[in-house]
Nanobody, 119 residues
Framework: QVQLAESGGGLVQAGGSLRLSCAAS????????MGWFRQTPGKEREFVGR????????SYAESVKGRFTISRDNAKNTAFLQMNSVADEDTAVYYC????????????WGQGTQVTVSS
């Protein structure tokens, strides 16, 4: 089992920056990739981006490309989501997730952290 814990959410002004962290514990050697998702009330959870744990390769949703950056610290088993130039539409609960093997399903989820952008 892998446990994930997000932190770093809060209130940020439009145009500002915020960095979220996702600390993994448990069987972290089984992590293949980690992803970030977000969700607002009444909407489906939206993919934000992901990072492959061994290679560090990343991919992003078009809505955040060029503004958000995902990185990881393997020694600390922590992934980061650097959010720059945030806008109102970035307000959401942000979740991190982990995957053990390639595929569609994400195996583990964190509890989420609220990000609110004020204009």
């Amino acid at each position: 089992q892998v446990q994930l814990a997000e932190s770093g959410g809060g209130l940020v002004q439009a145009g500002g920056s915020l960095r979220l962290s996702c600390a993994a514990s448990g069987r972290t050697l089984s992590i293949y990739s980690m992803g970030w998702f977000r969700q607002t009330p009444g909407k489906e959870r939206e993919f934000v981006g992901r990072i492959f744990w061994n290679t560090g390769l990343t991919s992003y949703a078009e809505s955040v490309k060029g503004r958000f950056t995902i990185s990881r610290d393997n020694a600390k088993n922590t992934a980061f989501l650097q959010m720059n130039s945030v806008a109102d539409e970035d307000t959401a609960v942000y979740y991190c997730a982990a995957k053990k093997v390639p595929g569609v399903n994400w195996d583990y989820w964190g509890q989420g952290t609220q990000v609110t952008v004020s204009s």
